[in-house]
């Protein structure tokens, strides 16, 4: 990690000696240094904070994570989407979360798997969020992005527990879940008419360097990703309507990819524990947005031929698990073959977020400003066996199942 890296930003200062003046912390000093590596966090700077100080007379130390608009400036993302974004995140943690936990405290409860909000700063431009420092409880990021059976299933069990809330929720507090169904998707909400020139050139960029990929494999992988791609905007405007989800639309994550979560590790180094972060994309839409996500671009051609069906099987297992506990029944809620139906009506979510993901979940040595390089892309399919096969055995995988 880029732990020891010290960050030297004026709003992160500005925004400490406001917040250690609020809780009366005396005396204040700061050590402010980037949480994650370059290239791990695109839309947001994240940094750990250490705040050090005078509290009623006795040395006081307080350890942090505190998130702020990067520098970096992504063309598929203006920055009133990003401001969109952080404001999401903030309605997450602090009203998502607490209509669940009001509605299930006699159900149940709800597991612990977000960090803690302290505060907020939603100034457009120099939005803050501070969270609770989840290094010290053992929580890390997973070494590969990639994630193998044990990270899978436990990512998807857990989002059925997420999932299972807003199931809850629905029929137990219908004036909560009219809340919840107000969140559009941050990022895709508008109907699709005119798109920028940087970003059309950036769509059709990644479109052309996956037909290259697939352009050795039978023919009608090739054809049928051309016949997706001329409909993406449209495809990708119905399926995140919680509308055309209905009566069984959810909260979902909404970028559940392996580095928003941080893992926790038993003392066989296998992931026993997990924590979602980053909800700057959480949304009310099918559950299998989030499922698609994860499956078709985090994980391996191989990995899915051999899990795909138990894991789906998993996380429903765990939803259902959950909604018992708080008094109803699953195959009332959410049936396990509207489950099924729609894994087949929203899958194609898995491969417009796979046109535009992959490149950075497979990415290890390319700089950010090299993202939508041309060159760089069309050597990395040449040269980069791992980007190159997942390109092939999403997409591929993506067709034999009818999601396109």
């Not at 120099?126 to 044990?150: C, H, Q, R, T």
């Not at 020139?197 to 023919?219: C, F, H, R, V």
């Not at 795909?308 to 959950?322: M, N, P």
């Amino acid at each position: 990690m880029a732990e020891g890296t010290i960050v030297s930003d004026e709003r992160l200062h500005d925004y400490l000696h406001t917040y250690a003046e609020s809780i009366n912390l005396k005396n204040p000093k700061f050590r402010i240094t980037e949480a994650c590596n370059k290239g791990d966090n695109y839309v947001s700077l994240v940094c750990r904070v250490t705040l050090e100080g005078v509290e009623d007379g006795e040395a006081k130390k307080i350890e942090l994570i505190l998130k702020t608009t990067q520098n970096y400036v992504n063309d598929l993302l203006p920055s009133n989407k990003v401001t969109k974004m952080f404001q999401r995140e903030a309605f997450f943690y602090r009203e998502v979360l607490s209509i669940f936990k009001e509605t299930l405290k006699d159900r149940g409860g709800i597991v612990n798997r977000f960090p803690i909000l302290y505060d907020v700063r939603d100034e457009p431009g120099k939005e803050i969020l501070m969270l609770e420092n989840l290094s010290p409880d053992g929580f890390v990021m997973a070494k590969s992005k990639i994630m193998d059976y044990p990270h899978l299933n436990l990512t998807l069990r857990c989002l059925g527990e997420l999932h299972a809330y807003s199931f809850i929720t629905r029929v137990a507090n219908p004036t909560g879940f009219e809340k919840l169904k107000q969140m559009d998707d941050p990022i895709f909400s508008e109907q699709p008419t005119q798109t920028s020139e940087s970003t059309e050139k950036i769509s059709k960029l990644l479109q052309n360097i996956i037909l290259e990929a697939l352009a050795n494999e039978d023919k009608h992988y090739s054809e049928r990703y051309k016949r997706f791609k001329d409909s993406m905007p449209q495809s990708l405007f119905h399926v995140i309507d919680g509308k055309a989800a209905e009566p069984y639309a959810v909260v979902n994550h909404g970028d559940s990819w392996t580095n928003n979560i941080l893992f926790k590790y038993d003392q066989e180094k296998n992931p026993c524990d997990l924590r979602f972060i980053d909800l700057q994309v959480s949304r009310y839409a099918s559950p299998v947005l989030d499922l698609v996500y994860v499956l078709f671009c985090c994980c391996t051609q191989e990995t899915r031929s051999q899990y795909f069906d138990q894991v789906i099987r998993e996380y429903y297992e765990t939803l259902s698990v959950c909604i018992k506990k708080a008094g109803y029944d699953p195959n009332i809620l959410f049936p396990y073959e509207i489950l099924c139906q729609h894994l087949i009506k929203f899958g194609k979510y898995a491969a417009a977020m796979a046109t535009y993901t992959i490149h950075i979940f497979t990415n290890k040595d390319v700089e950010i400003k090299d993202t939508y390089n041309e060159n760089v892309l069309k050597d990395r399919v040449k040269n980069d066996s791992l980007y190159r096969n997942m390109l092939i055995g999403t997409f591929k995988d993506l067709v034999d199942r009818n999601y396109i």
